[in-house]
């Protein structure tokens, strides 16, 4: 009898242990797919880099380079990144953002990055603000468009 308590119990750390792990990946992308602001800005600063597809997906300021879609929580701003995308070589490396918010709050992050996933793109990456633009990218001076008056 007591040797099938200690199987139950183990039985059961394991499938809590399982669950947990499980529940954990909840978001979209995987670690690999963050880039992080200092590795983007030094893409952008080298004029012999090659250059990658930035897309802009919130309603935050632009950075240098970046093609500015909107709010993609909204239908209309989702279609629209669609339709960029759907003229893109499916191994394009393609970095998304939005920085309006925390990665926990934020609403455009999600939908973009599942857009991109399920048109199979392969070399897809989320610029890893976790907090928000001005936090994780203009407080480090890292080039942004200028702004128009």
């Known amino acids: 009898m007591k040797k099938n308590n200690f199987h139950f119990v183990i039985t059961m750390l394991l499938l809590l242990g399982t669950t947990a792990f499980i529940n954990k990946q ?5 670690p690999d797919q963050l880039m992080e602001p200092k590795d983007l800005a030094a893409i952008i600063n080298d004029s012999a880099s090659v250059k990658l597809l930035i897309i802009n997906i919130g309603p935050v ?3 240098k380079g970046a093609i500015k879609i909107g709010a993609v929580k909204e239908k209309e701003y989702l279609n629209e990144l669609k339709s960029l ?3 893109e070589d499916k191994s394009e490396e393609i ?5 309006c ?3 926990d709050k934020c609403p455009n992050i999600r939908p973009a990055f599942e857009l991109l996933t399920r048109m199979k793109f392969t070399r897809h990456k989320l610029l890893n603000l976790p907090h928000n633009l001005k936090a994780d990218w203009i407080n480090f001076e890292y080039p942004m468009e200028k702004r128009e008056h």
Do not use: D, Q
């Open 61 to 63: 300021n632009s950075i």
């Open 85 to 87: 995308l759907s003229k």
């Open 95 to 99: 970095v998304v953002y939005c920085g």
């Open 101 to 103: 918010c925390p990665f």
């Open 26 to 30: 909840t978001e979209p992308w995987r």
